[in-house]
């Protein structure tokens, strides 16, 4: 069993920056592929960025270049740095946790990008 809390969001203004961090507790940290996700109102929850147990790195098309996921296996935390923030990354972000067929989520930080 995994538990995750995601911490880190908040009101930016376009074109600012945020971090968000994902602790996880419960079990052993550095097996697990872990992703971000975000769901906007009204729209389906999407990957936005994933990195798997060895390090490697995926993100959805409209942010790449100005999102980063890392992770640190010694802290049990991952992070998604974000730049150049636009009002359509508005959403709600998700930390996911996946090995086989154990996925885990955790509860969201709302990120708002407005003037």
């Known amino acids: 069993q995994v538990r995750l809390v995601e911490s880190g969001g908040g009101l930016v203004q376009p074109g600012g920056s945020l971090r968000l961090s994902c602790a996880a507790f419960g079990s052993i940290f550095r097996i697990y592929a872990m992703g971000w996700y975000r769901q906007a109102p009204g729209k389906q929850r999407e990957l936005v960025a994933g990195?798997?147990?060895?390090?490697?790195?995926n993100y959805t098309d409209p942010v790449k270049g100005r999102f980063t996921i890392s992770r640190d296996n010694a802290k049990n935390t991952v992070y998604l740095q974000m730049n150049s923030l636009k009002p359509e990354d508005t959403a709600v972000y998700y930390c996911?946790?996946?090995?086989?067929?154990?996925?885990?989520w955790g509860q969201g930080t709302q990120v708002t990008v407005s003037s």
């Open positions: 990195i798997t147990s060895n390090g490697i790195t």
């Open positions: 996911n946790a996946r090995r086989a067929t154990m996925d885990y």
